[in-house]
């Protein structure tokens, strides 16, 4: 009682109507507990100090952690990456791609993208490679697929060659995909879909002739193989993306030629 009795004494010593009058009262109170302000004052100083410590470790450890971070971006137009371990990214414009370049390679390589990527992976059976996309994850161990979540209700994953394991996020069931197989994650799905490709029934397989950002050299081979003639160009840097549903090669050579800005010579084998 005599203690708060005291310490009632002090506020009202100090009190003004409205606020309390803390400097008149610390120096009173340093002048009457010397060695108390002295223990207080390094008490106080050693938790300012505790506190700055442990603020400057956690900003370390987030900012170590954010500058390990790698991104790549795709604007306007598709642009190809090489990551640290070989495997090529093709990105599709307005797209990106995420990983940690310090623990990239070690045990796993694991990667954060949006939009539409294409990927060459290389082999590492010890490494295997992971995906993940807005709510689905590709795991591939050394492959060539794509994954397309330009659609905001759907991931798309289409397969050139090897073998994928397509997921929802976060689920351990999916589906096995195999070269030439598409599948399609709808939002909020537990598994993927397989995709049956669709064959058009007026057109024969044998007369439709599709490419897909194909190197023109390789057309002209195809092209050869199928007609059995002999077409060379100078131009060996071009591309085509085009399908054709006729048997008239003359006809395709002129609509190459045209779209392309090339001469293509024939010649009968």
Excluded: W
């Excluded at 370049?101 to 796993?108: P, R």
């Amino acid at each position: 009682m005599d203690r708060e009795n005291r310490h009632l004494r002090f506020v009202l010593k100090y009190y003004a109507p409205g606020r309390f009058d803390t400097k008149s009262a610390l120096r009173a109170y340093r002048a009457g507990h010397p060695a108390k302000f002295r223990l207080l004052t390094r008490f106080t100083i050693g938790i300012a100090a505790s506190v700055a410590v442990c603020i400057a470790l956690g900003y370390h450890i987030f900012n170590t952690g954010r500058n390990a971070m790698t991104t790549l971006y795709a604007y306007d137009k598709s642009v190809s990456y090489t990551l640290p371990d070989s495997s090529v990214v093709t990105l599709s414009p307005h797209s990106s791609l995420s990983y940690n370049a310090e623990s990239f390679g070690n045990d796993s390589r694991r990667v954060e993208m949006a939009g539409k990527v294409e990927f060459s992976v290389t082999k590492n059976p010890e490494a295997p490679f992971v995906a993940n996309a807005s709510y689905g994850t590709v795991t591939v161990l050394g492959t060539q697929f794509v994954v397309d979540e330009l659609n905001p209700d759907s991931i798309g994953v289409s397969v050139t060659s090897g073998k994928v394991k397509f997921t929802a996020k976060d689920r351990a069931e999916g589906v096995i995909l195999t070269k030439g197989m598409h599948a399609c994650l709808l939002a909020g799905a537990d598994t993927p879909e397989i995709i049956e490709p669709t064959k058009p029934d007026s057109i024969p397989d044998s007369h439709r002739l599709v490419f897909d950002h194909t190197p023109l050299p390789d057309v002209l081979n195809r092209l050869s193989a199928h007609f059995n003639v002999g077409l060379t160009c100078q131009e060996t840097d071009k591309v085509l993306t085009a399908e054709f549903d006729t048997e008239n090669l003359d006809e395709i050579i002129m609509l190459i030629e045209k779209s392309l800005d090339v001469k293509i010579e024939k010649k009968t084998k």
